[in-house]
C-alpha cells in the first residue's frame, strides 16, 4: 500500500553518464517536489510541479531536469551526473497548496541513493 | 537569521525520558507547521502536524506559540526506538513549498 514510490532505491552511475530517477503517486496529490538531501542535511528542494506547472529553484543547477507526464509520475534526469550529485533524492507529494488545512502536508517516498563513479 | 532553526543537538538521553526540541521561525505569515522524524538513510516521515495551539499523539506533544514563532515537541518516556532526527518544517507563505529546519538528532539510551 506505498503511496509514494520510487525507483530505483540504488543508483549507480559513472561522473558523466545521464541518469534517470522516478517517482510514482497512487494519492492523486496535485504538487510532486524533488529533493537533494545530503548527508547530515536537510532536504534541499531542487523543483516541484503544480499539477503541470514547474516551478525550478533559482540555484537548481542545470544539470537537473524534470518530466511530469501525468498526475502520478515525475522524473528527475541528471543529464551530467558529477561526483557532488552522489546524494539521497527524495520525491515528495502535498495534495494542495494549503488553503485548506493539512492539504499541504508533504508525503516523501523512500528515497534514491545515488552513487558516482 | 535563517527561517528555521532548531536546537543543535545531538540530544543523549535515557531510557524513560521526557525530552524536549525547539523550532523558532522567522516569517510570520506561516500557517502550517509539521514535526517530521528521519530515520539514518531513510526518508523523513510526518509525525506530527501543528495547526492550532497544540496537540498530542500518545508520547508526543507539539505546541506552538504563534506570538513568539516558536513551536516545541515533548517526547515522554522515551523509547530506543524513538532514536532519529527530528525535523521542524514550516511552510513558506504564498508558496507551494515548505522550509526544513536542520534537525535535532535524539539518541535514547539503554
Known amino acids: 500500500d506505498a503511496m509514494v514510490i520510487q525507483n530505483p532505491r540504488y543508483q549507480v552511475t559513472q561522473f558523466g553518464k545521464p541518469v534517470t530517477l522516478s517517482c510514482s503517486q497512487t494519492?492523486?496529490?496535485?504538487?510532486m517536489y524533488w529533493y537533494q538531501q545530503k548527508s547530515s542535511q536537510a532536504p534541499k528542494l531542487l523543483f516541484h510541479?503544480?499539477?503541470?506547472?514547474?516551478?525550478n529553484e533559482a540555484d537548481t543547477p542545470d544539470n537537473f531536469q524534470s518530466r511530469r507526464p501525468n498526475t502520478s509520475f515525475c522524473f528527475l534526469d541528471i543529464r551530467s551526473p558529477g561526483l557532488g550529485d552522489a546524494a539521497m533524492y527524495l520525491c515528495?507529494?502535498?495534495?494542495?497548496?494549503?488553503?485548506?488545512?493539512?492539504?499541504?502536508?508533504?508525503?516523501f517516498g523512500p528515497g534514491t541513493r545515488l552513487t558516482v563513479l | 537569521r535563517k527561517e528555521v532553526e532548531q536546537d543543535p543537538g545531538p540530544f543523549n538521553v535515557p531510557e524513560g525520558a521526557t525530552v524536549a526540541f525547539n523550532c523558532t521561525y522567522s516569517?510570520?505569515?506561516?500557517?502550517?507547521f509539521f514535526w517530521y522524524r528521519q530515520d539514518c538513510r531513510k526518508e523523513p516521515k510526518l509525525l506530527m502536524s501543528?495547526?492550532?495551539s497544540g496537540n498530542e499523539d500518545g508520547r508526543f506533544t507539539a505546541q506552538l506559540n504563534r506570538a513568539s514563532q516558536y513551536i516545541s515537541l515533548l517526547i515522554r518516556d522515551s523509547k530506543l526506538s524513538d532514536s532519529a532526527t527530528y525535523l521542524c518544517?514550516?511552510?513558506?507563505?504564498?508558496?507551494?513549498?515548505?522550509?526544513f529546519g536542520p534537525g535535532t538528532s535524539l539518541s535514547v539510551i539503554p
Open positions: 515528495a507529494t502535498s495534495r494542495d497548496r494549503g488553503h485548506i488545512p493539512s492539504t499541504d502536508t508533504q508525503y
Open positions: 494519492l492523486n496529490h496535485n504538487v
Open positions: 510541479y503544480y499539477d503541470k506547472d514547474f516551478n
Open positions: 516569517n510570520s505569515a506561516s500557517q502550517s
Open positions: 501543528v495547526y492550532s
Open positions: 518544517v514550516v511552510n513558506k507563505p504564498r508558496s507551494d513549498k515548505v522550509i
